[in-house]
């Protein structure tokens, strides 16, 4: 199989879909590997890097595009990349289509085989190749919090860790999940005071014994969420329900309790955000204010850190990248549910139900339609 990997263009977005040792495993297997001229130099990687385990330099995307069966990327494509798809051809990258009514509405035209990162699963209905970038957005999530409260981003003028004599910032964490997790990892360690926050009870123990007092779990059912708001300097929104957009957990009338300088990250921002007064925004401009309170809502966060975020990511993906070489998209989504459940577009129809109710498509059981 020829795999393409073109560089991406959203707006300060320096990932890349395969390293070097990536390539050179699929070479191991055969396949061809064709990477647009200078893809991987903003995640450290050179043409030369490629070019030495066997891959092929393409000048522009539109090379990648024409002479590949399957297209690697890392962020969802932009509607110059939608229009160069091909019917039947593999598109394997994040796509969070509940919150992209006309990207999915391209995919569907393009009548291409759309396999988004974000849902597929493993056995324990975890979802392992949004993991990686979860961790990294979770970690990037304190870092950026932290920033944003300086006093030139807008921010209370507090350190989150406190100093000698002053007391620490307040942390609440919506989400124990990857994202809250990690977020937590590094706000410990910054010696915030955390709160994470979270449905079960079951997770919620899980986190204690990790965290041990260096945390305060609390039960979403049991307690007054606008309480933990008026008092908190930083808001992690860490909040997911695969495939579909995000819960506005967080509403405009809520945010007015917060102080002013106080922060939100809204990790959850990729699908819509959990914060009603969230938008978008880019490494470029990542902070805007409402009502006195700074949010944070870049829509790559793990961009920020290509390196990091490429090595993290691929170790992940390479597998299911070379499945899907080696045995092509039907027998590889066929033999493994969970990889099926990464299905979201096929031939024209929307083959995830999630996507397909959050935007009035009719779902079309990915099983039927491939056998």
Do not use: W
Not at 134 to 151: D, F, H, N, P, W
Request: glycine share 10%; hydrophobic share 40%; net charge negative.
């Amino acid at each position: 199989m020829k795999v393409g990997v073109p560089a991406e263009i959203k707006p300060q977005e320096s990932r890349v879909g395969l390293t070097p040792n990536s390539v050179e495993k699929l070479i191991s297997h055969n396949h061809k590997v064709i990477i647009q001229d200078n893809a991987g130099l903003g995640a450290g990687f050179e043409n030369s890097d490629y070019m030495k385990v066997g891959a092929k330099i393409a000048p522009s995307a539109g090379d990648v595009f024409n002479d590949s069966d399957m297209i690697v990327k890392v962020k969802e494509p932009l509607s110059e990349e939608v229009s160069m798809l091909r019917e039947d051809q593999i598109l394997f990258t994040y796509l969070h289509l509940s919150a992209a009514p006309d990207l999915t509405k391209g995919l569907v035209n393009s009548k291409a085989i759309c396999i988004a990162y974000e849902t597929v699963t493993d056995q324990n209905n975890r979802l392992p190749l949004l993991a990686p970038m979860s961790a990294v957005a979770g970690r990037m999530s304190i870092q950026a919090g932290a920033r944003s409260l300086e006093k030139p981003a807008g921010g209370k003028g507090v350190l989150i860790g406190g100093a000698p004599g002053v007391l620490p910032s307040n942390v609440l964490i919506l989400g124990g999940g990857v994202v809250g997790e990690n977020a937590a990892i590094i706000a410990t360690g910054m010696q915030a005071k955390v709160f994470i926050v979270d449905k079960s009870q079951q997770r919620l123990d899980e986190l204690k014994d990790k965290f041990g007092n260096t945390i305060e779990p609390l039960h979403s059912d049991k307690i007054n969420i606008e309480d933990y708001m008026a008092e908190c300097d930083l808001l992690v929104g860490g909040i997911l329900i695969p495939g579909a957009n995000a819960p506005k957990i967080i509403t405009k009338n809520m945010i007015k309790l917060m102080k002013s300088g106080s922060v939100i990250v809204d990790v959850a921002i990729d699908q819509g955000g959990c914060v009603e007064t969230s938008k978008p925004t880019t490494h470029a401009n990542p902070t805007f204010i409402v009502d006195g309170v700074v949010h944070y809502c870049v829509a790559n966060m793990p961009g920020g850190v290509p390196k990091t975020s490429t090595l993290a990511l691929n170790a992940a993906t390479i597998p299911f990248v070379t499945n899907l070489a080696n045995n092509g998209y039907k027998n590889s989504l066929l033999d493994n549910n969970n990889f099926l459940n990464g299905l979201n577009v096929c031939q024209g129809s929307v083959t995830y139900k999630a996507i397909a109710d959050e935007l009035n498509y009719e779902y079309v059981d990915p099983k039927k339609l491939l056998n």
